[in-house]
């Protein structure tokens, strides 16, 4: 069972080569088919911080630093990449781009097909490992599955998002799947879903959105971690507290409508803008560091709710970092009226001579 686990593998990796070759000589699509935009992590694993990274050719992990033992494998087509700067989203170039290789919307006739491959999506690779734990397994399991991998001679031809499936643990739901980060295999993300989802150190927004769409099943809309860094500057501008109305159940199944305050912002995701300023820079086949990029197929606006207490503040004031300050705008009976106006006219009405009455 083993040896025709690695033999499936081989031929998904080749058929992801094949479809990437043809859609490389593929003339692009008409321009009315394509989607414009009109705007212009340290990782602690799920499970195991204490795993070492697999070997094999292919991978040169870094000697120090937080981002010790990732991979500087050359970047995957599926993703967009472009030269990194710091100084924020308006500094993305000069310098040279991986474009994806998967567009928006693509009808061209001809397209690459398989039942075993969908271009432009997750490969689901396969392994037989046993599992002695049954379903979950164990850090010594995942370590086997990573050493069947090098044996089918498979690790220099992983890339970021891979899916790898241990038939041995099961195929209910999204047992015995794993993902591949660049270096190493992990589990995936059972926080907020019964289920798994694709863990937040993986840049999902990097992925068109369909990437994984029937390779890591969901029960309804997948869960997609943001790093909120790179919009920090459309949040702060957009941020605002006020009076938001919600329905809660009472012990008795009755319903009221209850009154609370929430800072609320939104921004944009702007395909082309980085996915997050904190992953490491990936080292191209031109030796270039590139970072990952929003694919074009993500767009769109987003709206943030918190607390509107000063620990809700300051929670998101945290997950978007230092580069900018939260200052929200207060609406008030449906105006709109700044925290700065309100002590400027609360400090002259203190201010204000007391009225004398004539006599």
């Known amino acids: 069972m083993a040896s025709s686990t690695r033999a499936y593998s081989k031929v998904v990796i080749r058929l992801r080569a094949q479809a990437e070759a043809e859609e490389a000589h593929m003339p692009p699509p008409p321009p009315s088919l394509m989607m414009h935009d009109n705007g212009s992590r340290g990782r602690v694993g799920a499970r195991g911080q204490h795993r070492m990274p697999a070997t094999g050719p292919g991978t040169c992990p870094p000697t120090s630093g937080p981002y010790q033992g990732l991979s500087r494998r050359s970047p995957s087509p599926a993703f967009s990449f472009t030269s990194y700067d710091r100084n924020g989203p308006a500094s993305y170039g000069p310098g040279p781009m991986f ?6 919307v693509s009808t061209t ?7 075993l491959y969908r271009a432009g999506h997750a490969p689901l690779l396969r392994v037989f490992v046993p599992s002695p ?5 164990s850090d010594q399991s995942v370590i086997e599955c990573e050493r069947e991998l090098k044996r089918a001679g498979l690790i220099p031809l992983l890339k970021v998002g891979d899916v790898v499936h241990d038939l041995a643990a099961g195929d209910e739901a999204n047992t015995g799947r794993l993902i591949w980060d660049g270096n190493y295999l992990i589990d995936l993300d ?5 289920l798994g989802e694709i863990p937040k150190y993986i840049d999902s927004l990097a992925f068109p959105p369909s990437y994984f ?8 809309n997948p869960i997609v971690y943001l790093d909120l860094a790179p919009f920090a500057a459309d949040i702060a501008t957009h941020l605002q507290l006020l009076q938001d109305r919600v ?5 008795q199944g ?12 939104r921004f944009r995701i702007r395909p082309g803008a980085p996915v997050s300023y904190d992953a490491p820079p990936i080292v191209g086949a031109d030796g270039q560091s590139y970072i990952r990029l929003i694919d074009a197929g993500w767009h769109g606006i987003v709206v943030i709710d918190a607390e509107g207490t000063n620990e809700g503040l300051a929670d998101l004031q945290g997950r978007i970092g230092n580069a900018v300050t939260l200052f929200p705008t207060k609406t008030l009976t449906g105006g709109r009226l700044s925290t700065e106006s309100l002590r400027s006219r609360s400090h002259q ?3 204000a001579p007391p009225a004398v009455n004539g006599g």
Do not use: D, M, N
């Open 99 to 104: 474009q994806p290789s998967t567009p928006a």
């Open 109 to 115: 006739p001809g397209k690459f097909r398989s039942p």
């Open 133 to 137: 734990e049954g379903a979950w397994l």
């Open 190 to 194: 059972y926080s907020y879903s019964p």
């Open 213 to 220: 769409h029937k390779i890591v099943r969901s029960t309804g």
């Open 247 to 251: 329905q809660t159940e009472t012990p």
């Open 254 to 265: 009755g319903h009221h409508s209850v009154v609370r305050w929430v800072h609320r912002a």
């Open 349 to 351: 009405q203190q201010q």
